[in-house]
């Protein structure tokens, strides 16, 4: 699925990018080698980045 008409930008890219770029979608779309353009999908964006990124989050131990 596309999240960004405007710059091609596929659901799993933005997933993928997600993981290795601190930022907001617009950070994301950077390390992508891409602006947004109209910006109708950032705030879609951003929701999926911080979901990707809650989803990747492991936990290394457990405080008492």
Partial sequence: MYICICNAIRESE???VARRCPGDAEACYAALGKLPSCGSCLC?????????RACAFVPTHVAA
Avoid: K, P, V
């Avoid at 879609?44 to 990707?52: F, L």
């Fill in 14 to 16: 933005l997933r993928n």
């Fill in 44 to 52: 879609e964006a951003d929701e999926m980045i911080a979901e990707e």
